[in-house]
């Protein structure tokens, strides 16, 4: 019962943070999400509903790596993301860390973004 709760608190916090924070064309939405084994990140224009550019854990780039759902692992993914936005022309972000609080693996996917070049 317990796990039930905290999940509809998370969703309502996703649609609470999702209704303000939309991504345009000039900047689009950098989200972030974390599962048990693997870490994904999108850049997202939210006008036309289209992915610009990602990046994940699973990626060619970071497969050698054993990569874990860690702050390491999210510092190399916040890398890969904001090279891979860079290579598609995009430098302004707004970032969406997707109901988690910004601490931890959000706070160094976030900082490692930063000083690859993405500016939010």
């Known amino acids: 019962m317990h796990l039930q709760k905290k999940q509809k608190l998370r969703t309502k916090r996703i649609w609470r943070i999702r209704k303000k924070v939309s991504g345009t064309p000039e900047r ?42 860690n702050i390491e692992g999210a510092r190399k993914v ?17 970032f969406d860390r ?5 601490h931890g693996r959000t706070k160094a996917f976030a900082d490692a973004a930063r000083e690859a070049g993405l500016n939010f």
């Open 98 to 102: 997707h109901g988690k609080r910004y």
């Open 28 to 69: 689009p939405r950098l989200c972030v999400s974390f599962t048990n084994k693997h870490i994904y990140a999108q850049v997202i224009d939210d006008t036309t509903g289209r992915t610009l550019a990602a990046a994940s854990s699973v990626a060619k780039e970071l497969k050698d790596a054993s990569l874990l759902p």
């Open 78 to 94: 916040g890398q890969l993301a904001a090279e891979n936005a860079k290579k598609a022309g995009i430098e302004l972000v707004v």
